[in-house]
Nanobody
């Protein structure tokens, strides 16, 4: 069983930055495909960014391209999401997810494990 714990959320002004982290345990981190999703009140959970096992391939949702960067440190069993130039539209609960097998990176159903979420609020 894999456990995922997100951290780094908070309240920031528009234009500011945050770095989220996801600490993984209970499995071999380097074998897991990882992703970030977010969900705003009243909205469907949506894909934000994904990264393959080695970190050599990344995928981003269009609204965050050029502003967010996903990365991983396999030696520390940690996934990151650097969020720059934040907008009020980025306000949501952000979730870390892990998949044991490759699949459709943008679909939540492809992931086997989920963290508890961390709140990101961006004020105008």
């Amino acid at each position: 069983q894999v456990q995922l714990v997100e951290s780094g959320g908070g309240l920031v002004q528009a234009g500011g930055s945050l770095r989220l982290a996801c600490a993984a345990s209970g499995g071999t981190f380097s074998t897991l495909h990882m992703g970030w999703f977010r969900q705003a009140p009243g909205k469907e959970r949506e894909f934000v960014a994904g990264i393959n096992r080695s970190g050599s391939i990344t995928t981003y949702a269009e609204p965050v391209k050029g502003r967010f960067t996903i990365s991983r440190d396999n030696a520390k069993n940690t996934l990151f999401l650097q969020m720059n130039t934040l907008k009020p539209e980025d306000t949501a609960t952000y979730y870390c997810a892990a998949a044991r097998s490759p699949g459709l990176v943008t679909r939540s159903g492809a992931y086997d494990y989920w963290g508890q979420g961390t709140q990101v609020t961006v004020s105008s």
